[in-house]
T-cell receptor, first 114, second 112 residues
Framework: KAGVTQTPRYLIKTRGQQVTLSCSPI?????VSWYQQTPGQGLQFLFE???????NKGNFPGRFSGRQFSNSRSEMNVSTLELGDSALYLC?????????????FGPGTRLTVL | EDQVTQSPEALRLQEGESSSLNCSYT??????LFWYRQDPGKGPEFLFT???AGEEKEKERLKATLTKKESFLHITAPKPEDSATYLC?????????????FGKGTKLTVNP
């Protein structure tokens, strides 16, 4: 069974630009969660989508948004990039929403903001 | 506020030298505690879920245990391939949203 895939794997952007990241969950999984990982803050929850609806949300500004498509694939968008947005962005899929279900993570997208 | 604290931050072991990693948590109404392993440049890999105090789970050289305030990941006779960062997370409900709250991890290095 194929795992969670994320594209692109690496991105370099400049301040003020916007970026869109993509995540394809494990087949049959309908929940996709997004996380930001930095050396200082560790892994922090951004939001979760289930059946094309945002079900849960972390404490990030509105510049961070997402959506989910009918095939469960999800995209995350960050607008007006700041230097502090440089991080590894991870998505994870699970069968159900809201846990406690084990989540399976993709390899991440490394975003660098210059 | 729900919190997860892992200790130590880093641990160096010789091959075969058993040890334990600690995860202490503060959460209102634990619904699940998770252990993950993360290798450099990769996403976290799921290891265990524990649901209630007294529960134990094992996988190869790893054994996870849970009490009302903390969880331990015991590593028996580790090998160099066990080197990784081990992450602990709890299922929490904050501000009306369900989410996983992660600790900052323990970086384990096993020397041959």
């Amino acid at each position: 069974k194929a795992g969670v895939t994320q594209t692109p794997r690496y991105l370099i952007k400049t301040r003020g630009q916007q970026v869109t990241l993509s995540c394809s969950p494990i087949s049959g999984h309908r929940s996709v969660s997004w996380y930001q990982q930095t050396p200082g803050q560790g892994l922090q929850f951004l939001f979760e989508y289930f059946s094309e609806t945002q079900r849960n949300k972390g404490n990030f500004p509105g510049r961070f948004s997402g959506r989910q498509f009918s095939n469960s694939r999800s995209e995350m968008n960050v607008s007006t990039l700041e230097l502090g947005d440089s991080a590894l962005y991870l998505c994870a899929s699970s069968f159900r929403s809201g846990g406690p279900d084990e989540q399976f993570f993709g390899p991440g997208t490394r975003l660098t903001v210059l | 506020e729900d919190q997860v604290t892992q200790s130590p931050e880093a641990l160096r072991l010789q091959e075969g030298e058993s040890s334990s990693l600690n995860c202490s948590y503060t959460v209102s109404g634990l619904r699940g505690l998770f252990w993950y392993r993360q290798d450099p440049g990769k996403g976290p890999e799921f290891l265990f879920t524990l649901y209630s105090a007294g529960e134990e789970k094992e996988k190869e050289r790893l054994k996870a245990t849970l009490t009302k305030k903390e969880s331990f990941l015991h590593i028996t006779a580790p090998k160099p391939e066990d080197s990784a960062t081990y992450l602990c997370a709890v299922q929490a409900r904050q501000g009306g949203s369900e989410k996983l709250v992660f600790g900052k991890g323990t970086k384990l290095t096993v020397n041959p």
